[in-house]
T-cell receptor
Framework: SAVISQKPSRDICQRGTSLTIQCQVD?????MFWYRQQPGQSLTLIAT?????????ESGFVIDKFPISRPNLTFSTLTVSNMSPEDSSIYLC????????????FGPGTRLTVL | QKEVEQNSGPLSVPEGAIASLNCTYS??????FFWYRQYSGKSPELIMS????GDKEDGRFTAQLNKASQYVSLLIRDSQPSDSATYLC????????????FGTGTRLKVLA
């Protein structure tokens, strides 16, 4: 596996503001993903972070709301823009390691509360 | 019909018993199947992956896959209170992609 870190681990934000979440991996990975887990719910894929190109978003998620960057093989950011209380959730990055099968490993998550 | 279905539980078992967790999926072409454990307030942790029909054992955990019936299960032998968590089933829908579909999870409670 790999060591995956996320910053911040938690935050409380005001409505209308934006928060950028960072995901850092200690080894090169082929795929990076961003998920959302709303309270009491399972995981929903937001997008696949593509290195050097635009992210691939899932149905219901758009770039204006969740811009994603992936400047290299070990780092990605997810921004939650113009937040509302409905964005309160845990945001998780996951990675697929180079040379490994399609197994995904998750970072520790960022717990976001929007007031 | 949900793409990946799990009974939400809670499933309560006594310490030392076998816990049986089940998951069904709708897409017949699904190739890869995963079980994750998630403690409250923590991120999912991989327990097992399984790709072929049959059983796969790892310590106290056994994953079982039946593609014809479209179900995958996880058995936990000698259950411990520390196994109390939510168990998430994930399915990689299509060969060549890496998009997991997660079930809603089954909450397991192991009673001491």
């Amino acid at each position: 596996s790999a060591v995956i870190s996320q910053k911040p681990s938690r935050d409380i934000c005001q409505r209308g503001t934006s928060l950028t979440i960072q995901c850092q991996v200690d080894s090169q990975v082929t795929m990076m993903f961003w998920y959302r887990q709303q309270p009491g719910q399972s995981l929903t894929l937001i997008a696949t972070a593509n290195q050097g190109s635009e992210a691939t978003y899932e149905s219901g998620f758009v770039i204006d709301k969740f811009p994603i960057s992936r400047p290299n093989l070990t780092f990605s950011t997810l921004t939650v823009s113009n937040m509302s209380p409905e964005d309160s959730s845990i945001y998780l990055c996951s990675v697929q390691l180079a040379g490994v099968t399609d197994t995904q490993y998750f970072g520790p998550g960022t717990r976001l509360t929007v007031l | 019909q949900k793409e990946v279905e799990q009974n939400s539980g809670p499933l309560s078992v006594p310490e030392g018993a076998i816990a049986s967790l089940n998951c069904t999926y709708s897409d017949r072409v699904s190739q890869s199947f995963f079980w994750y454990r998630q403690y409250s307030g923590k991120s999912p942790e991989l327990i097992m992956s399984i790709y072929s029909n049959g059983d796969k054992e790892d310590g106290r955990f056994t994953a079982q896959l039946n593609k014809a019936s479209q179900y995958v299960s996880l058995l936990i032998r000698d259950s411990q209170p520390s196994d109390s968590a939510t168990y998430l089933c994930a399915v990689n829908k299509t060969s060549g992609t890496y998009k997991y579909i997660f079930g809603t999870g089954t909450r397991l409670k192991v009673l001491a």
